[in-house]
């Protein structure tokens, strides 16, 4: 069965304490990965897409990572206003549209 | 550029009745998916709908149904409610229906049932 988990489901970091956020994946064959932010009350806001492993995507302090069995959001320096859930999602291949997204890892950063 | 917007943004509901949700998809996207999120998870997809047409459907009952019209918004309803609907719904589009363009949220439809 496709099924994507995430861990931790929470963390609590100093503003400046650099982390990384893990999503396993398992499933028939993958098409995409998708990293997304989301903010209490708000819809999922999209971040990144990787497609095959050893793909990295950065954008100001994230930066995504892919390899065949897992993906990772590592967070450089974070500030207050990264504080949020994170999830990831995978797209299997065989003709689905469907994304499995995992439970999310909710993250506060502390000043 | 107006991103995917939803309606209404909030909805109170008893059980038993039925509730309609609406979705326009962001400029140039022509594909439309709904998921449902229950609070602490992550989004659970229902169905896509892509040239007025629903093209897969996760595992969702028959009292979820939708809709997508000419102009590539699209509804989703629910009859006969249960408790256990209550929950975010959100609608994601995409462009191009054959790609692996990434799918984007609008900020969903809190339902609840009374």
């Known amino acids: 069965e496709d099924q994507v988990t995430q861990s931790p489901e929470a963390l609590r970091l100093q503003e400046g304490e650099s982390s990384s956020l893990n999503c396993s994946y398992t499933?028939?064959?993958?098409?995409?990965l998708f990293w997304y932010r989301q903010d209490p009350g708000k819809g999922p806001e999209f971040l990144f897409t990787?497609?095959?492993a050893g793909e990295e995507k950065e954008k100001e302090r994230l930066k995504a990572t892919l390899t065949k069995k897992e993906s990772f959001l590592h967070i450089t320096a974070p500030k207050p206003e990264d504080s949020a859930t994170y999830l990831c999602?995978?797209?299997?291949?065989?003709?689905?549209?469907?994304?499995?997204f995992g439970t999310g890892t909710r993250l506060k950063v502390l000043a | 550029d107006a991103g995917v917007t939803q309606s209404p943004t909030h909805l109170i509901k008893t059980r038993g009745q039925q509730v309609t949700l609406r979705c326009s998809p962001k400029?140039?996207?022509?594909?439309v998916s709904w998921y449902q999120q229950a609070l602490g998870q992550g989004p659970q997809f229902i169905f896509q709908?892509?040239?007025?047409?629903?093209?897969q459907r996760g595992n969702f009952p028959d009292r979820f149904s939708g809709h997508q019209f000419p102009n590539y918004s699209s509804e989703l309803n629910v009859n006969a409610l249960l408790l256990g609907d209550s929950a975010l719904y959100l609608c994601?589009?995409?462009?191009?229906?054959?790609?692996?363009?990434?799918?984007?949220f609008g900020d969903g439809t809190r339902l609840s049932i009374l």
């Open positions: 990787l497609y095959s």
């Open positions: 994601a589009s995409s462009a191009q229906g054959n790609s692996n363009q990434p799918q984007h």
């Open positions: 499933v028939s064959g993958l098409r995409g």
């Open positions: 400029s140039g996207h022509d594909t």
């Open positions: 999602a995978a797209r299997p291949t065989s003709g689905t549209y469907k994304y499995i």
């Open positions: 709908y892509y040239e007025e047409e629903e093209r």
